[in-house]
T-cell receptor, first 115, second 115 residues
Framework: AQSVAQPEDQVNVAEGNPLTVKCTYS??????LFWYVQYPNRGLQFLLK????DNLVKGSYGFEAEFNKSQTSFHLKKPSALVSDSALYFC?????????????WGAGTKLIIKP | ETGVTQTPRHLVMGMTNKKSLKCEQH?????MYWYKQSAKKPLELMFV???????ENNSVPSRFSPECPNSSHLFLHLHTLQPEDSALYLC??????????????FGEGSRLTVL
């Protein structure tokens, strides 16, 4: 079965420290992987995606994610956290063999950056 | 206006009421989506329209009725809802080429409360 797991409901990081938000997935075919961010009372915003090619993907606001096929992971990272990075982060995957538009979503991880 | 616009932002309705949510995208995209977002749960895809044709209907109860009159507008008609339907309803759009998936652009959502 296709699934996405974000094992941490909440991640707390001090400002200036590196941050990691974890995501693992399970699909039958090659995965298309996405990260989105949601600020309070707002819709989701696209951060970055992995389709093919380089395993390290760079996105908006200084975020990056590394695709690891053997560990079926796509963790989101940032070298130095800002208080303004505090938000809800969602990982999503689409099976490359599917012709439909179904994204499988994680339940989200709340990131709190403390000054 | 740019992006994806949803109205109303907040809606309170009784179980016997009939109301509609509206979504408009100004991005020239060819696919539009309705998602339901409940706290601490993955986003639930409700409906997908591609080139105005409905391509996905994920077993959504008939009390939710979508309408896509053109590629820029999407409605969600609501009638005889239940309190458990209270949630944030998100509209999104994307440009789908059939080769690789496009990223989703979300509206800010319509917060629905059913009394």
């Amino acid at each position: 079965a296709q699934s996405v797991a974000q094992p941490e409901d909440q991640v707390n990081v001090a400002e200036g420290n590196p941050l990691t938000v974890k995501c693992t997935y399970s699909v039958s075919g090659n995965p298309y992987l996405f990260w989105y961010v949601q600020y309070p009372n707002r819709g989701l915003q696209f951060l970055l995606k992995y389709i093919t090619g380089d395993n390290l993907v760079k996105g908006s606001y200084g975020f990056e994610a590394e695709f690891n096929k053997s560990q079926t992971s796509f963790h989101l990272k940032k070298p130095s956290a800002l208080v303004s990075d505090s938000a809800l982060y969602f990982c999503a995957v689409r099976d490359g063999r599917d012709s439909n538009y179904q994204l499988i979503w994680g339940a989200g991880t709340k990131l709190i950056i403390k000054p | 206006e740019t992006g994806v616009t949803q109205t109303p932002r907040h809606l309170v309705m009784g179980m016997t009421n009939k109301k509609s949510l509206k979504c408009e995208q100004h991005l020239g995209h060819n696919a539009m989506y309705w998602y339901k977002q409940s706290a601490k749960k993955p986003l639930e895809l409700m409906f997908v329209y591609n080139f105005k044709e409905q391509t996905e209907n994920n077993s959504v109860p008939s009390r939710f009725s979508p309408e896509c009159p053109n590629s820029s507008h999407l409605f969600l008609h609501l009638h005889t809802l239940q309190p458990e339907d209270s949630a944030l309803y998100l509209c999104a759009s994307s440009q789908e080429s059939g080769l690789t998936p496009g990223e989703l652009f979300f509206g800010e959502g319509s917060r629905l409360t059913v009394l």
